[in-house]
């Protein structure tokens, strides 16, 4: 045999390889930076511009990515480059999903499916259930969420996924959570951490670990909440991760409140706000703010609780969060006076 | 990891000028060839028949490669021609593609290729990493019960048909015992499945196992597959098998003994390649003479009982464990491994553990991470059950009202009755402590004399 020594590919295909290279190495933002010049060229390979879509996606651009995703379909359906079409579905669907179309999100994904088990592609139907298990948690329907990520789990571990897997697990675990079964839901984030580290990605063994620090305060355990919140907060900040950091100072305010240790609570939770708001992360501070009413209604302060609260409100409302207006509502209800 | 490759056993040289393009923008290895490629692994390659000019050949050589090989192929002409396209299918090629109008879907075929070959790969290097992870050295334990355990369940994973019962308290270790058998059986590389059987309604434990047609029930929008086709050529876990309601007992038996399910809703029956493996702690005879679990079931998954004993029957394994968790936590949190003290010896040898294993290692957890040395005392345990696994007499505070109370309490105790200093050290105000002492003072109450 001969073996041919690589010739110049095209300059697009080296700028895809490129792309690739990055996204398999989870850089979306350098994929965005270096795809993004060229993207009008990218009619001629919209196979790449798939992949700008789903970095555009991964870093909070969901309106663009949508916009871009819109017009290569068609060029993908004519060329018959089912995998790229497949991708590109799926990605519709997460671009809808970030901008809170779960309709829109749930056709998308529902879409991808069907055509990804019509071309056995294991890897999008697992990564389209585990989608459509997020759809159905933030619809309030965490058994129809878990029914889907089981089977997502499945068909992640017939492609080795363990990304998949952690972040598969760590979903379940949120679903587990909000029916209440706390120590079934630790067991799943003691997974995903298992799998994220398998694979070597520090910052999901740190969510995982968050989700951990979250459920020991439900069980009532605020030393091994707060040592372990803490721990997470700092790996957050090494990783340069400053709203999933916030959320770290936030658990560790609440663990802090839980132990009677009011002041650092504040300061904890006066913290998380000031990240959130830095950063534009309005579910955080929305959270940050709730938190903080209730150490303030806890520690007798009902006028700052409630302001706290109403702020809150309205970023809940924003957010469309409605159980979260609701329960909200109704605590301010309870609140003295 | 080496790349995939793509070999291109050239008939002519027509269009070789694309095959390094090709190649790179699927990630394969390229490699040309002018005679048969014989010695292609078809789980790390693909070929392609390159005979622009040549097609006569076309025919032959994929004949002699579908002869020596089961590697995926596809053949390129220069010109289109049915009858030959027809006959290179017959010979095993996926695809027939005329060049150059068919480049873009041999560039997505080729892709597709490289993704299939990569999922393959990353399928096996997963199962051999699950399958290190739950290797027999790594389930500890010295003590004679559990040794006959694990050489029972030794003999029975090369079988890979055959069905398992798992039995024993909570926290004994079914699962690991239940993924064990799976990543070191020949069902190694299939998906393992678990479900709860008592986590759910029945109604949704019946479409979560057996899936759903749309339309089934008011909420099945769409058709759904359950977790026994999901498993297909590995191993599902039925965990507590023991509150599976007897409707659903009889829709496992017949899976059990036809190998076939039908989705709710479904009119057909699907075939299924799954090994079973069940699990609980229900005694399974009680019930069957209870009238709560059907008596061919048990029989039909009793085929190999496993009986996983009590930690307290393992005393010989509790110090071995507590220090193994000792040294994984240890790494995990990255803290100095921290040793135990005699006296934390004899307080862990001298609990019944009612929670099993799974007991020890989160008690080991909480200790590594929050301990402030690197020696164990018995206080550092912070049992939350008395040593005979019953309740303490003191809980801790659930309700945020007996927190706060608490925390009012212990820095009024601090301060000695003092509530400025009480206050100053819950960093609350003194009006706001008052408060908090008595939400709604009665008119004339007087304050305590105090700074």
């Known amino acids: 045999m001969r073996d041919a020594a690589p010739a110049p590919a095209d300059d697009l295909g080296t700028l895809g390889a490129e792309a690739r290279r990055l996204a398999g190495a989870s850089a979306w933002r350098d994929v965005a930076d270096l795809l993004l010049p060229h993207a009008e060229r990218l009619a001629e390979r919209p196979e790449i511009g798939v992949v700008l879509v789903e970095a555009l996606v991964r870093t909070g651009r969901a309106r663009e990515a949508r916009q871009r995703v819109d017009a290569l379909l068609p060029v993908l359906q004519a060329r018959h480059d089912r995998a790229s079409l497949r991708r590109g579905t799926v990605l519709r669907g997460a671009a809808a999903f970030s901008l809170g179309d779960l309709d829109e999100a749930r056709a998308a994904f529902t879409q991808a499916l069907e055509m990804a088990r019509r071309d056995g592609d294991d890897a999008l139907v697992a990564r389209t259930m585990n989608n459509l298990g997020a759809v159905a948690n933030i619809e309030g329907d965490q058994r129809g969420a878990l029914a889907l990520y089981k089977l997502a789990i499945s068909a992640h571990q017939r492609v080795g996924d363990l990304r998949g897997l952690a972040e598969c697990y760590h979903n379940m675990a949120i679903s587990v959570r909000d029916l209440g079964q706390v120590e079934d839901a630790d067991e799943l984030e003691r997974r995903s951490a298992e799998f994220a580290r398998d694979a070597g990605l520090s910052v999901l063994v740190s969510i995982a670990r968050m989700g951990r620090a979250e459920l020991a305060l439900r069980r009532g355990d605020p030393s091994f909440a707060e040592a372990t919140a803490r721990r997470v907060a700092a790996e957050f900040a090494a990783a340069g991760e400053p709203v999933r950091e916030a959320a770290a100072h936030r658990l560790t305010g609440i663990a802090c409140f839980q132990a009677g240790r009011f002041e650092e609570a504040r300061r904890f939770l006066d913290s998380a706000l000031a990240r959130a708001r830095t950063h534009g992360a309005v579910l955080h501070e929305a959270e940050a703010l709730r938190s903080r009413a209730e150490l303030f209604a806890g520690t007798g302060d009902h006028a700052a609780a409630l302001a706290d609260a109403r702020s809150a409100l309205g970023l809940f409302g924003q957010l469309r969060a409605k159980d979260d207006v609701a329960a909200l509502l109704r605590w301010i209800d309870s609140l003295p006076g | 990891?080496?790349?995939?490759?793509?070999?291109?056993?050239?008939?002519?040289?027509?269009?070789?000028?694309?095959?390094?393009?090709?190649?790179?923008?699927?990630?394969?290895?390229?490699?040309?060839?002018?005679?048969?490629?014989?010695?292609?692994?078809?789980?790390?390659?693909?070929?392609?028949?390159?005979?622009?000019?040549?097609?006569?050949?076309?025919?032959?050589?994929?004949?002699?490669?579908?002869?020596?090989?089961?590697?995926?192929?596809?053949?390129?002409?220069?010109?289109?021609?049915?009858?030959?396209?027809?006959?290179?299918?017959?010979?095993?090629?996926?695809?027939?593609?005329?060049?150059?109008?068919?480049?873009?879907?041999?560039?997505?075929?080729?892709?597709?290729?490289?993704?299939?070959?990569?999922?393959?790969?990353?399928?096996?290097?997963?199962?051999?990493?699950?399958?290190?992870?739950?290797?027999?050295?790594?389930?500890?334990?010295?003590?004679?019960?559990?040794?006959?355990?694990?050489?029972?369940?030794?003999?029975?994973?090369?079988?890979?048909?055959?069905?398992?019962?798992?039995?024993?308290?909570?926290?004994?270790?079914?699962?690991?015992?239940?993924?064990?058998?799976?990543?070191?059986?020949?069902?190694?590389?299939?998906?393992?499945?678990?479900?709860?059987?008592?986590?759910?309604?029945?109604?949704?434990?019946?479409?979560?196992?057996?899936?759903h047609e749309k339309g089934a029930f008011t909420d099945a929008s769409a058709t759904k597959p359950g977790l026994f086709e999901m498993a297909e050529g590995g191993s599902i876990f039925l965990d507590e098998i023991g509150h599976l309601a007897l409707p659903l007992q009889g829709k496992l038996l017949r899976a059990l003994q036809e190998r076939r399910i039908r989705r709710v809703g479904g009119v057909r029956s699907i075939a299924v390649d799954v090994r079973v493996i069940a699990a609980t702690h229900v005694n399974l005879l009680e019930a069957v003479r209870a009238g709560q679990f059907r008596e061919d079931l048990f029989y039909r998954l009793n085929v190999v009982p496993i009986q996983l004993p009590p930690l307290r029957q393992r005393r010989d394994d509790i110090?071995?464990?507590?220090?193994?968790?000792?040294?994984?936590?240890?790494?995990?949190?990255?803290?100095?491994?921290?040793?135990?003290?005699?006296?934390?010896?004899?307080?862990?040898?001298?609990?019944?553990?009612?929670?099993?294993?799974?007991?020890?290692?989160?008690?080991?957890?909480?200790?590594?991470?929050?301990?402030?040395?690197?020696?164990?005392?018995?206080?550092?345990?912070?049992?939350?059950?008395?040593?005979?696994?019953?309740?303490?007499?003191?809980?801790?505070?659930?309700?945020?009202?007996?927190?706060?109370?608490?925390?009012?309490?212990?820095?009024?105790?601090?301060?000695?009755?003092?509530?400025?200093?009480?206050?100053?050290?819950?960093?609350?105000?003194?009006?706001?402590?008052?408060?908090?002492?008595?939400?709604?003072?009665?008119?004339?109450?007087?304050?305590?004399?105090?700074?």
């Open chain 2, 1 to 211: 990891m080496t790349r995939p490759a793509l070999v291109v056993h050239v008939l002519s040289d027509s269009f070789s000028e694309a095959w390094p393009g090709m190649a790179a923008d699927a990630d394969l290895a390229l490699r040309t060839t002018a005679t048969p490629p014989v010695d292609v692994d078809p789980t790390h390659g693909v070929v392609l028949l390159a005979a622009g000019g040549a097609e006569s050949e076309l025919l032959k050589a994929a004949e002699a490669l579908r002869a020596s090989s089961e590697v995926a192929f596809a053949a390129v002409a220069a010109a289109a021609d049915h009858r030959l396209a027809a006959a290179l299918v017959r010979a095993g090629a996926e695809e027939v593609f005329v060049v150059p109008a068919d480049l873009e879907r041999l560039r997505s075929w080729l892709q597709g290729c490289a993704e299939r070959l990569r999922s393959r790969a990353d399928r096996t290097r997963f199962a051999t990493g699950e399958a290190g992870k739950y290797a027999f050295d790594g389930i500890l334990g010295a003590s004679g019960s559990l040794a006959a355990v694990l050489e029972r369940v030794a003999r029975i994973i090369p079988h890979g048909n055959v069905t398992v019962l798992i039995t024993g308290e909570t926290g004994t270790g079914k699962e690991l015992i239940a993924r064990a058998i799976h990543y070191h059986g020949p069902r190694r590389e299939g998906p393992f499945v678990d479900i709860n059987c008592a986590a759910l309604p029945e109604h949704l434990l019946e479409s979560d196992l057996f899936g």
């Open chain 2, 319 to 451: 110090l071995p464990l507590a220090r193994h968790f000792l040294g994984r936590f240890a790494a995990e949190y990255g803290v100095p491994l921290p040793r135990l003290t005699a006296a934390a010896e004899r307080a862990l040898l001298d609990r019944a553990w009612p929670g099993n294993v799974r007991e020890l290692r989160n008690v080991v957890e909480r200790t590594v991470l929050l301990a402030s040395g690197t020696e164990i005392e018995p206080v550092d345990f912070e049992f939350t059950t008395a040593a005979d696994g019953s309740a303490p007499d003191a809980g801790a505070p659930r309700l945020l009202s007996e927190i706060i109370a608490r925390a009012v309490r212990d820095a009024l105790a601090e301060a000695e009755g003092n509530k400025s200093e009480a206050a100053r050290r819950l960093g609350i105000s003194r009006p706001r402590l008052m408060r908090l002492l008595d939400p709604e003072p009665t008119p004339g109450t007087e304050e305590d004399g105090d700074a």
